[in-house]
């Protein structure tokens, strides 16, 4: 019961990654909230989590707009008195070319993960710095946060600039008791995984076999894919660690693919 009596917000939590995290951190004793743009799903999730006893509230959230954001902490705060635990986790993936990328995509990638973290970290600060009652910000990078792949210039971008919002909180939140991390998995069999690799192999030529064995798994040191338990795991360990000794750190969860 390492979270007992922390209040957490997981983004994107009613599917893969976020939803591990948020069933990792209930079973922990955190009161949490599965905040996503398909409220149903979030809501199917706090009701699987209030079933195994656990204090778990849906909230309908897209991260990318500032009054979604500002209302879903707002309910969260209203519902659990505080906020202890921000991951700012929702994302997406969209794969092309560069030359070809339409700007659409491009920007439907930096709202969700770039906007996304800084309007969610923003809300969550207004909670944690009064009285310098402190907190934990995760961020769900990518090693794509450290390396960079063919297809996927937006990706790389976005979760490149969201290490530089991570390191600027730990230098702005120590005063207030914040601490922040970046968690970078490798490959996680999720569905926004499952998508890409037929368009990864349409893209490139490539059997779907040959997709995961060379592009997704090649360089990683056992061709192992990484489980959405090792990153809850992680979650689990950055949240409840007692002070700044661990802060502005990125962590590869990523069978050796990078080692940065
Ligand atoms: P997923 O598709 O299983 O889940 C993503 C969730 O985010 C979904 O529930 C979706 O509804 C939600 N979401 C999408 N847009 C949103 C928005 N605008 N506002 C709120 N919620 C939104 O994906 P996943 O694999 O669990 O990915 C979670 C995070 O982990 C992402 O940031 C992703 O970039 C990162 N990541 C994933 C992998 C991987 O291999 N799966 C690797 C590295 C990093």
Redesign the pocket.
Known sequence: MQLQGKVALV??A?????KAIATTYARAGAAVAI????LA?AQAVAAELAAAGGQALGVA????SEEAVENGTRQVVERFGALDILVS?????IVSPIVDFRFEDWRKIQA??LD?AFLTTRAALRHMYPGKRGGVVIY?G??HSHEASRLKSAYVAAKHGMLGLCRALAKEGAEYNVRSHMIC????R????DKQIPEQAATLGLSEEEVIKKVMLGATVDGEFTTVDDIARTALFLAAFPSAALTGQSINVSHGWSMK
Not at 35 to 38: G, R, V
Not at 89 to 93: C, E, L, M, Y
């Open positions: 983004t994107g009613a599917s893969g990654i976020g905040a996503d743009l398909d799903a959230m897209d991260v990318g986790n929702a994302g997406i993936q969700i993960h996304g769900m990518s090693v998995p490798g490959f996680v999720t569905p926004l995984v």
